[in-house]
């Protein structure tokens, strides 16, 4: 008694109280505390090593340690309700399977053992009221299934035991009518009648009665009976199907093309939802021909054949009957008999520790059944004939750092929110969750087993916690279904089920391979992991092989090289990581051993011909680079790290990882290293900075490259470099020497090592140096106005930067032949270039560069007179820098700057005047000529405005003074430059502008500081 009080409230606490009543009820024993615990402990002895729970005391009473889904009242109640949702739902198969599962648990009447106790009679009367419902909903669903014939019997005598029942009346009127027994339906409808007339004295309710009517008419829908195979048991399906739309479709062509079709995949991808689903889609389904056979929890190969015969002989109640004339049946002969109905579908699902048993059993049945295809789900192929596969990896996850509309089309971003909705209800990506979700996505591989695995952690953590717990997902990601299989819990669990089926040379490369965080190539792998013991490097190819068929490695063709890259997803990488340190393996030395030469070997063809194949191998290496870096520091082995910064800093400066190279520098510093790559000058990182200065990484990476003693001054090595031997550097001299005229204001006597520089670069094949050097040089076209030269070097820039694909440069150059088409006047070109480039950005989630883009549009949206356009894509843009936290700073200049633009040409000069101040201050900063001069224009519009032609002439030739040069080729300011002449006549602006333009430069910038607030520098 005590025992089935406990379990009806299984793994929950019943109060002392509760059990005395339930127990005893009205007459208690005089000790009812001790009485009861003398119970508990007899109990407790029972239970004691029958695996059946224990009874554990807990504050005010006692519960039963076992799991609600244990106890088969509970399941019933589940399984039932279940049915009821498929049921209202109309799929008639899931109701059926879950209802006849509940009824199933059924094995006499509620309680019958301690139906003497207090609290039995409800919960017994609770149940058997359960159980007469749940009946009636599982014929329901077999009528609606066309199985009238199955059910009639089982509903005769269920209206016989409840002879006032009028649903059963009607189940039962709708079983007859199908079977093609209109008069008994008739006479099943008079009967209920005049029994409700004689015992209740009420009349049929209107559904019933409205039956008769539909009867008496012949109106009766009769479903269609089902053929042979109608069983269709499919799990029923709990969860909604996410994603996996090419999937679905390359399954529904190779289904209808091959007869043996294997998901294979690695743990967790979701091989058995994405079989289920592919096979409801199939034909052979709706004609009730497709049957599932779980095999994950089959132990051994000799259970296999049970586990099918049990799944495709479920309503065939001769499938252990012997043969003809007492003869034994083989199994083989007996699934042939029973799958020999034409064309059907058997899935047999998780076949990866029975591959070859069921390897076997498919030949077998694939020769004798012609019609039959089989569609099989395992972590490695069952490689026989005729099997084509396929390859299920993780769902897709977003790039860069998307919007969270975008963010929210990828696929894994679908799944969790899907399922942590169910969790949270509301969940949704937004600009406060996005970047977490897309972590977790990422992180986690896009598994969907994982991914579902955290979404449920959402009952007890905020989605940024789980994101920062990554580090710890095995011991984070264990709150899987209850009712899952053992391996399928936890997230630990999938990845030690892959790792108990390999053998001991596939644990070894296994493990090593995990110190490879960018995964490796097969040169990597036998330098590193081969140790001539354990693993030679002759094998390593071989083993590799066996990885990959069990789906825990994955080969990728790298872009170009036609040769395979070999990674682990992330999640299998962080536990074969366990492994390796478990193991006392050590790969540090080797590893870092390969990747220092392999650095060293190409970091001067990062300045050549070669530089597009030199960056190709650093980007694939990149991560295992930084990773061995990262090792070096933490060992404190500064000549090491010092080697590594080295051979790295320029293929840093190239990709503009600014932040890398800052970072290395800092930890070599750290270590004590002493070198000229320590000294330099510091970056500038903002729109603007990038606007302005497109040199200005070469000038500081040409520093620290050709930096000698700590005595020698940069200007001094920059004149050695001028004369150096070696082409690259006399090239990169002349550009970084033109650079620093040209910040001075000097665009004249630069120009030959602008020419220069171009020639030197053209002569080596350095990309890189070339797109630097055709800014400059399409630079000065553009302040002639010379339109259509400015825009073929612009569109070589952008050709080159395309090869180069380094991010800053790609956009750059693009915003700066679309800014040279709208000054030309060619407003559509430079609208394709602008959207085109925008577009690119969003795919990418280069949202850092789109400040150049978007600001590029309010440009031209200004010169095409929609100034509405106009601010509203600025203020797009002031948007997209608070929703992505960007720093302020970073687009603050070019902003301003720019809607300041947009107000003089609205003519609002006070709206103007209150800009300037915070337009100036942000280019000021800088420090950039291109930028001093920008305020310098901006105050002779304003100037303008304010009706001082005279200060708005002398504004423009202090531009012409601190850049170098007057805009020519700026249509804004040419109007400009006409409504001034128009109110000075010719010389009368010629002598306000020479005012400007014959200061010294730093009198111009002394005087353009004071007119617009910026503080004056000392002289």
């Not at 650095?599 to 194949?613: I, N």
């Not at 800009?915 to 942000?922: F, G, H, S």
Request: a negative charge.
């Amino acid at each position: 008694m005590l025992l089935a009080r406990l379990a009806l409230d299984a793994g929950r606490t019943v109060s002392v109280d509760a059990l005395v009543d339930g127990l005893w009820g009205e007459e208690p024993p005089a000790d009812a505390a001790n009485a009861l615990q003398a119970l508990v402990s007899r109990l407790r002895k029972a239970l004691r090593g029958t695996g059946a729970g224990t009874v554990e005391s807990a504050a005010g009473g006692y519960r039963l340690a076992v799991r609600a889904e244990d106890v088969d009242a509970h399941r019933f109640e589940e399984l039932a309700a279940r049915g009821r949702r498929e049921l209202a739902a109309g799929r008639f198969d899931e109701a059926a399977s879950a209802l006849g599962a509940a009824l199933g648990l059924w094995q006499g009447a509620a309680l019958a053992d301690v139906l003497e106790a207090p609290f039995a009679g409800a919960a017994a009367a609770r149940l058997d009221e359960m159980r007469a419902t749940a009946a009636e909903d599982r014929f329901d669903a077999e009528l609606r299934l066309g199985r009238h014939a199955e059910v009639l019997a089982d509903l005769g005598a269920a209206a016989a035991a409840n002879p006032l029942s009028e649903r059963l009346a009607e189940l039962r009127m709708r079983a007859l009518w199908a079977a093609g027994r209109q008069s008994d339906a008739l006479a099943t409808y008079e009967e209920i009648r005049e029994r409700l007339g004689d015992e209740l004295g009420v009349d049929p309710s209107p559904e019933l009665q409205e039956i008769h009517l539909t009867l008496l008419r012949g109106e009766l829908e009769r479903p269609a009976a089902r053929t042979k195979g109608s069983a269709n048991r499919l799990p029923a399906r709990l969860t909604s199907f996410v994603g996996r739309k090419a999937e679905l479709d390359q399954l529904a062509g190779l289904l209808t093309s091959s007869r043996l079709v294997t998901i294979v995949g690695p743990g967790g991808a979701g091989k058995t939802r994405l079989s289920l689903e592919a096979v409801t889609q199939d034909p052979a389904h709706a004609r009730g021909r497709v049957w599932f056979v779980p095999l994950g929890a089959v132990g051994a190969a000799d259970q296999l054949a049970d586990a099918v015969l049990g799944a495709i002989g479920s309503t065939d109640g001769g499938l252990y009957d012997a043969g003809q004339a007492g003869q034994k049946t083989e199994p083989v002969d007996r699934m042939a008999e029973l799958l020999d109905i034409g064309d059907a579908v058997l899935v047999l699902d998780n076949c990866e520790h029975l591959v070859e048993a069921a390897a076997e059993l498919a030949h077998q049945l694939l020769e004798r059944l012609p019609q039959l295809r089989i569609l099989a789900s395992s972590r490695e192929p069952l490689a026989i004939t005729g099997e084509v596969l396929c390859h299920l990896g993780p769902l897709d996850v977003p790039t860069g750092t998307p919007e969270p509309a975008v963010a929210a089309e990828a696929d894994a971003v679908r799944l969790f929110v899907d399922r942590a909705a169910s969790v949270r209800p509301g969940f949704a990506v937004d600009d406060a969750t996005v970047g977490a979700v897309v972590e977790i996505c990422r992180r986690l591989d896009g598994l969907p087993l994982a991914l579902e695995l955290a979404a449920a952690k959402l009952r007890s953590m905020s989605v940024e916690q789980i994101a920062r717990r990554l580090d710890d997902r095995f011991r984070l990601l264990t709150s899987g279904s209850r009712t899952a299989l053992p391996r399928q819990r936890t997230l630990l669990a999938v990845v030690e089920w892959s790792w108990d089926l390999l053998d001991e040379p596939e644990r070894v490369l296994a493990r090593r391979l995990s110190a490879f965080p960018g995964g490796a190539t097969l040169a990597a792998l036998e330098a590193v992991c081969a140790d001539g013991d354990a693993l030679v490097p002759d094998d390593v190819l071989y083993v590799l092989d066996a990885l990959i068929e069990k789906s825990l490695v994955t080969a990728s063709e790298a872009e170009g090289s036609g040769e395979p890259r070999y990674r682990m997803l992330e999640t299998v990488r962080a536990y074969a990581a366990t492994r390796l340190t478990a193991s006392g393996d050590d790969v540090s030395g080797p590893f870092a051993a390969y990747f220092l030469g392999l650095a060293e070997e190409h970091e001067p063809r990062l300045r050549t011909g070669e530089q597009l194949d030199a960056i190709a191998v650093f980007d694939a290496e990149h991560a295992n680079l930084v990773h061995a870096l990262r090792t070096a520091v933490a060992a404190g082995d500064g000549a090491l790290a010092s080697r590594f910064v080295e051979a790295m800093f320029w293929y840093w400066g190239v990709r503009g990882m600014n932040t890398q190279l800052e970072t290395a520098l800092a930890e070599v510093r750290g270590l004590g290293v002493a070198h000229a790559l320590m000294s330099g000058a510091d970056s500038v990182d903002s729109a603007g900075a990038r606007e302005f200065h497109p040199a200005g990484m070469l000038l500081r990476v040409s520093q620290l490259a050709f930096a000698g003693e700590e005595s020698v001054d940069a200007s001094e090595s920059l004149r050695r470099s001028l004369d150096s031997p070696d082409p690259w550097v006399r090239a990169s001299a002349h550009l970084a020497y033109d650079f620093v005229l040209t910040e001075q204001g000097d665009l004249r006597t630069g120009e030959p090592s602008r020419l220069e520089a171009l020639r030197g670069f053209e002569a080596v094949g350095d990309r890189w140096g070339l797109v630097l050097s055709l800014m400059p040089v399409g630079r000065d076209h553009s302040l002639r106005g010379e339109h259509a030269a400015a825009v073929a070097t612009f569109e070589r820039a952008v050709a080159l930067s395309s090869e180069l694909g380094t991010e800053d440069f790609l956009y750059l150059s693009k915003a700066r032949l679309a800014r040279e088409r709208r000054r030309s006047g060619d407003l559509d070109g430079a609208r394709r270039d602008l959207e085109s480039a925008l577009r690119q950005a969003k795919e990418r989630s280069h949202r850092r560069l789109e400040a150049n883009i978007l600001v590029g549009l309010a440009n031209l949206h200004r010169r095409a007179g929609d100034l509405v356009q106009a601010n509203g894509v600025l203020d797009q843009l002031e948007a997209l820098v608070r929703r992505r936290a960007i720093a302020v700073e970073v687009a603050e200049d070019l902003i301003v700057s720019t809607r300041m633009e947009n107000r003089l040409a609205e003519g609002a000069a006070a709206q103007a005047r209150e800009l300037l101040p915070r337009a100036a201050a942000a280019l000021f900063a800088q420090g950039a000529g291109a930028g001093l001069a920008w305020v310098a224009e901006l105050l002779g519009g304003l100037l303008a405005l304010e009706d001082d032609p005279v200060g708005a002439a002398t504004a423009l030739g202090m531009s012409q003074v601190i850049r170098g040069a007057f805009d020519e080729g700026e249509p804004e300011l040419r109007e400009l430059v006409d409504r001034l002449v128009a109110r000075l006549g010719d010389a009368g602006y010629r002598e306000a502008y020479g005012v400007g333009a014959g200061l010294a430069r730093q009198d111009a910038l002394n005087r353009l500081a004071e007119e617009v607030g910026q503080p004056v520098a000392s002289s």
